[in-house]
């Protein structure tokens, strides 16, 4: 069985079945305009015709306030995120407003000026489409430096460039070459070409980022807009078709730069469906790990919380609740526990004599023998420096003080080994109280835990003291 049925995923020739159906997609839509402006060049009559300043007018007023708050939004993208094809593409729709702005100031010298009317409009589109190809070029290029951002000269400059392009525009309108086609057909050529350059370098660089299709998508629509003007004629339904298509591709530019705007202000840093993915899954994964390293690291917090850094054994606030849930179960059950109280005897002249790292080590050597002297589900506490307190659940006061004298007996014959020297005074006095018999609350028994303890050191030491007898054991 291959991984894809394994795992439940379609086989890999069905992903790029679906890869190359969404490509065919995109193709078919950026060209939809092809398919209008053959339509058009086939069944149109030359003599249909649609001359209406006014509209015209009003239409370049709107498609110059859009193209104003387009350069606008696509400045702020570039001033945030310092990518160089916004800075290109702010420059870009700038010259194609600033040039374009005169194409519809100058709609009522159609009849008597017609190339200072007309041949602003393919200048305009030629400066956007050089622009927007030196932008595409710079692709994935480090982000401008914020002090160079908010520089004011390059802009000024380039609005001056800009000007200079509307007054050669005139010039040429002016003179004898104006009513050549070659000139229109330079412009409007050239428009084209850079256009189409860009979509070639767009596909040989498979950019494939959400943005950067739409990138290629508008390109297109300008590339196929500036074919329309040079198959049309002034007023005719092929050069109101090439404006439809030249306005479409760029709403759907200025779609893009809203976009950017409303997520990370760059195009080069908006992923595709399939990087999202990958992305996301990357993230889970690692919030997984994560959230498992937490609880590790929560479980070792609590253990550390709940335990003496030393010997290991619970320490007195662990006990305390762990007392506690054991007087919430006596009383629903009426099961009696017993606690004990242990201090090791004459501990101070072992530190003394051998000092406190020896006296550590034979505090952990305390610890390890009580928790194999007693039940798994039993706890030992250090309460204080050799002081000690050990819970045992279900367990009444005799069965208490035979754990507490084996406890007793195991400490007295251990070996303690020091610097390979055998130390055979550790020995511990214990005192037992029982829950109920001598106490209702945790003070209360373990306030007699501790009375029978101070007994049991009264005693003579290296014993063990209940409320039934009293164990008294010589000191060897």
């Known amino acids: 069985m291959n991984s894809s049925a394994a795992t439940g995923e379609p086989p890999d020739a069905i992903h790029i079945v679906i890869k190359l159906y969404v490509c065919l997609l995109l193709a078919g839509f950026a060209f939809v305009p092809a398919y209008l402006i053959g339509y058009l060049y086939v069944f149109q009559d030359p003599t249909l015709i649609f001359e209406n300043h006014t509209f015209h007018i009003i239409a370049i007023t709107a498609?110059?306030?859009?193209?104003?708050?387009?350069?606008?939004?696509?400045?702020?993208?570039?001033?945030?995120?310092?990518d160089p094809l916004l800075r290109w593409m702010t420059l870009g729709f700038l010259g194609f407003v600033m040039i374009y702005a005169l194409h519809g100031a100058f709609t009522g010298l159609a009849h008597s000026h017609l190339w200072l009317f007309l041949l602003y409009g393919p200048a305009s589109r030629l400066v956007m489409a050089i622009l927007l190809l030196i932008g595409m070029l710079s692709y994935h290029q480090p982000p401008d430096a914020a002090a160079q951002r908010t520089k004011l000269r390059p802009w000024l400059t380039w609005i001056g460039l800009f000007l200079l392009v509307n007054l050669a525009v005139a010039l040429v309108a002016n003179s004898q070459v104006a009513g050549h086609p070659a000139v229109r057909l330079a412009l409007e050529g050239g428009a084209l070409f850079f256009s189409a350059v860009n979509v070639a370098v767009l596909l040989l660089r498979r950019f494939r980022s959400p943005l950067m299709v739409i990138f290629a998508i508008s390109v297109t629509a300008f590339a196929l807009s500036s074919l329309a003007f040079i198959l049309g004629r002034p007023w005719n339904h092929m050069w109101w078709l090439a404006h439809a298509i030249f306005?479409?591709?760029?709403?759907?530019?200025?779609?893009?730069?809203?976009?950017?705007?409303?997520?990370?202000?760059?195009?080069?840093?908006?992923?595709?469906?399939?990087?999202?993915?990958?992305r996301l899954a990357e993230s889970m994964a690692y919030a997984e790990n994560a959230l498992q390293e937490l609880q590790r690291t929560n479980r070792e917090l609590?253990?550390?919380a709940a335990t003496d850094p030393l010997t290991g054994a619970d320490n007195r606030r662990r006990f305390m609740e762990r007392v506690d849930a054991e007087i919430d179960r006596a009383k629903r059950g009426d099961v009696p526990f017993s606690v004990l109280a242990l201090d090791l005897d004459n501990f101070k002249s072992i530190n003394d004599r051998f000092g406190h790292q020896v006296g550590d080590d034979i505090l952990k050597r305390f610890v390890q023998e009580c928790l194999?002297?007693?039940?798994?589900?039993?706890?030992?506490?250090?309460?204080?420096?050799?002081?000690?307190?050990?819970?045992?659940?279900?367990?009444?006061?005799e069965g208490a003080h035979v754990i507490a004298e084996r406890l007793r007996n195991t400490i007295a014959t251990t070996s303690f080994n020091i610097s390979q020297q055998r130390l055979t005074t550790v020995t511990v006095s214990i005192g037992v109280s029982q829950y109920g018999r001598d106490g209702d609350s945790i003070e209360d028994i373990l306030h007699v835990a501790d009375q029978r303890l101070y007994d049991a050191k009264h005693q003579g030491r290296n014993c063990v003291v209940t409320a039934i007898k009293t164990i008294l054991q010589p000191q060897p």
């Open 302 to 304: 609590g253990h550390l």
């Open 63 to 82: 498609a110059t306030l859009e193209g104003l708050f387009v350069t606008y939004v696509t400045w702020c993208c570039y001033q945030s995120s310092g």
């Open 247 to 278: 306005a479409a591709g760029f709403f759907l530019l200025s779609y893009g730069v809203a976009q950017a705007f409303l997520s990370t202000r760059s195009f080069s840093k908006i992923y595709s469906q399939g990087e999202l993915m990958v």
């Open 372 to 397: 194999e002297s007693i039940r798994p589900y039993d706890g030992v506490a250090r309460v204080g420096g050799e002081e000690f307190m050990i819970l045992l659940p279900q367990t009444p006061l």
